[in-house]
């Protein structure tokens, strides 16, 4: 089945940009989702469809998705957004999602 | 607002099997597909199987085949999750999401989750 591909570890300063990468075979031509997932709670979906946001999401979450590299950016980090980012795509090869492995979001 | 709250935590000796629930309020159940997701301890997101309740139609990953059941009462606008044999590293939190309506595969409301624990 598809391998999407993840950093397991992301740091930031506050205030900074962070870029979380996820890696697949011609990737994008897929419709890629991203979601935060806090400590101890269930993952909330951040971005979706590539690069759209939904509603009560912050304009600092952004994505894109070219080649075999899709990106979530999230500008002026702040503590809360610390947290695991995992990325997802439909494998139509076994008609269900997929996700990646996940990256943490540090914020120094 | 589409909302889902699954059942508590359960514990459950090998071999064994576990229910979790899932029940839907504030949205249009009967065609909504529900999915789960499974997340082991310090793991990724694994897709376990989905169900639309109305007519009902599931399909499970193939690496479940056999010992996963997904069924829906439209009555009580509640999925269930049934797994069976149960191993140890079937210990996991058990999330059921809703697929997106715009039919792009995202999931975009989330139960709180279901812890279960497998001791051998």
């Known amino acids: 089945s598809y391998v999407l591909t993840q950093p397991p570890s992301v740091s930031v300063a506050p205030g900074q940009t962070a870029t979380i990468t996820c890696g697949g075979d011609?990737?994008?031509?897929?419709?890629l989702h991203w979601y935060q997932q806090r400590p101890g709670q269930a993952p909330v979906l951040v971005v979706y469809d590539d690069s759209l946001r939904p509603s009560g999401i912050p304009e600092r979450f952004s994505g894109s998705n070219s080649g075999n590299t899709a990106t979530l950016t999230i500008s002026r980090v702040e503590a809360g957004d610390e947290a695991d980012y995992s990325c997802?795509?439909?494998?139509?090869?076994?008609?269900?999602?997929?996700f990646g492995g996940g990256t943490k979001l540090t914020v120094l | 607002q589409v909302q889902l709250v699954q059942s508590g935590a359960e514990v459950r000796k090998a071999g064994s099997s576990v229910t979790v629930s899932c029940k839907a309020s504030?949205?249009?159940?009967?065609?909504?597909?529900i999915s789960w997701v499974r997340q082991a301890p310090g793991q990724g997101l694994e897709w376990l199987g989905r169900i639309i309740p109305a007519p009902a139609r599931a399909h499970h990953a193939h690496s479940f085949q056999g010992r996963i059941t997904v069924t829906a009462d439209t009555s009580t606008s509640t999925t269930y999750m049934h797994l069976s044999s149960l191993r140890s590293d079937d210990t996991a939190t058990y999330f059921c999401?809703?697929?997106?309506?715009?039919?792009?595969?995202?999931?975009?409301?989330w139960g709180n989750g279901t812890t279960v624990t497998v001791s051998s």
């Open positions: 011609n990737i994008g031509i897929k419709t």
């Open positions: 997802q795509v439909w494998d139509s090869s076994t008609d269900h999602p997929v």
């Open positions: 999401a809703r697929d997106a309506p715009t039919r792009t595969g995202s999931l975009d409301v």
């Open positions: 504030g949205g249009s159940f009967s065609w909504d597909t």
